[in-house]
């Protein structure tokens, strides 16, 4: 699309625990191949849009590992761009680290004659979505601010930590709360905001002499409870899922790989019309002993399967050997699960072995997670 600006915001990227300690959601493997910023970046190019910045707060080495070269993700190279965004004031004072400083320091775009809108994309939230309509709802409504939402049953369970908003007649937001416990339906903000470019060059200016540590959602809040303009609401009319802790992480990991490995399900968003870009890696094919035995897994190139793996995600260059047994567990790449070991329930950051400790299992709902180079 022309005259659109992304900013892939990873400033609201929530925490699960160790899974992130080390590393942003951003950057976290999904199904063994992609990250969770693989899935934003990729509804960005679907629709179109070439021009990207990424609003990084914090653990720059592992998303710039991940990303590698910018290129898989754009249209077109030679027009287009992929800019890495990074507030260096919050850098030293982590107070100020906020993504609206972010975009303060990296307005530069802002300026550019081709930047008259500027969509805002969350890492988080995971959905499908072609930006293209949205964008072209923002511009149909006339308003200089609009927040996309979903309509969602259970939003106390699964999206506690988001905004949910209330629309008027007019199709404006007429109050931004936190969702509570006990929420059932609501209309929940997903945090993808669409911004006239003059009008967000304008509240920058503004904000400044109102709190120099606000964020986005909090420019908005602002602006719906106390500004002279309205913000638009958009609806997104589709399946979310919001990653905040390690069950979630879990969850939807294993949602993807049942999509993948059972057909009759459909297999979005993993499908031929709506690709997903990630980085790719020289890597040899699996290795399949003769003794293996592999069942509703999804297995990474470089692996060597000896044992039985069943209901599980292997991620690059994992060896399971011969009377070893992982089932509905995620194991992260180079990690080696010996001879005897039964692991179930088990989410293992990469470069892990499991030897001596013949049974490690949890079970749903309660997660075992190995940290990143363990020996069990």
């Given at each position: 699309m022309k005259n659109v600006v992304a900013l892939v915001n990873l400033h609201t990227s929530p925490s699960c625990g160790l899974l992130t300690e080390t590393r942003p959601l951003a950057s976290t493997t999904v199904l063994g191949r992609y990250a969770f910023i693989d899935f934003t970046l990729s509804n960005l190019t679907n629709s179109g849009i070439d021009d990207i910045g990424i609003l990084i707060k914090d653990h720059?080495?592992?998303?710039?590992?991940?990303?590698?070269?910018?290129?898989?993700?754009l249209k077109n190279s030679k027009t287009?761009?992929?800019?890495?965004?990074?507030?260096?004031?919050?850098?030293?004072?982590?107070f100020y680290n906020t993504d609206l400083n972010t975009i303060a320091q990296n307005d530069y775009f802002l300026y550019e004659p081709d930047c008259k809108y500027v969509i805002v994309c969350p890492v988080g939230i995971v959905y499908k979505a072609d930006y293209a309509p949205i964008i072209q709802e923002h511009i149909k409504s006339g308003k200089n601010f609009s927040i996309v939402y979903s309509k969602v049953s259970n939003a106390g369970k699964e999206y506690f930590g988001l905004n949910k908003i209330t629309v008027n007649a007019l199709g404006n937001v007429q109050k931004i709360e936190k969702v509570d416990p006990k929420d059932k339906e609501a209309l929940v903000g997903l945090k993808t905001y669409i911004f006239n470019s003059h009008a967000l060059r304008e509240a920058l200016k503004?904000?400044?002499?109102?709190?120099?540590?606000?964020?986005?959602?909090?420019?908005?809040?602002?602006?719906?409870?106390?500004?002279?303009?309205?913000?638009?609401?958009?609806?997104?009319?589709?399946?979310?899922?919001?990653?905040?802790?390690?069950?979630?992480?879990?969850?939807?990991?294993?949602?993807?790989?049942?999509?993948?490995?059972?057909?009759?399900?459909?297999?979005?968003?993993?499908n031929q019309a709506w690709k997903i870009y990630t980085t790719t890696h020289d890597t040899r094919p699996v290795y399949y002993g003769e003794k293996s035995d592999v069942k509703d897994s999804v297995v990474a190139?470089?692996?060597?399967?000896?044992?039985?793996?069943?209901?599980?995600?292997?991620?690059?260059?994992?060896?399971?050997?011969?009377?070893?047994?992982?089932?509905?567990?995620?194991?992260?790449?180079?990690?080696?699960?010996?001879?005897?070991?039964?692991?179930?329930?088990?989410?293992?950051?990469?470069?892990?072995?499991?030897?001596?400790?013949?049974?490690?299992?949890?079970?749903?709902?309660?997660?075992?997670?190995?940290?990143?180079?363990?020996?069990?």
């Open positions: 720059f080495r592992s998303i710039i590992k991940h990303m590698r070269s910018d290129n898989k993700y287009g761009y992929l800019n890495y965004m990074i507030n260096e004031r919050g850098i030293h004072n982590p503004r904000v400044s002499s109102l709190s120099n540590v606000f964020t986005i959602d909090e420019l908005i809040l602002y602006i719906q409870k106390f500004g002279d303009v309205d913000v638009h609401a958009i609806e997104y009319k589709g399946n979310v899922s919001y990653v905040d802790s390690l069950e979630k992480y879990f969850n939807i990991s294993m949602k993807y790989k049942d999509l993948l490995t059972n057909t009759s399900l459909g297999n979005e968003p993993f190139n470089g692996c060597s399967i000896y044992g039985t793996v069943k209901n599980s995600i292997l991620a690059r260059n994992v060896t399971v050997e011969e009377g070893a047994v992982v089932e509905n567990s995620i194991i992260f790449s180079d990690s080696v699960i010996k001879k005897g070991v039964h692991l179930d329930h088990v989410v293992a950051d990469k470069l892990t072995t499991f030897g001596t400790k013949e049974e490690v299992k949890g079970e749903n709902g309660e997660i075992i997670y190995i940290p990143q180079g363990e020996s069990i």
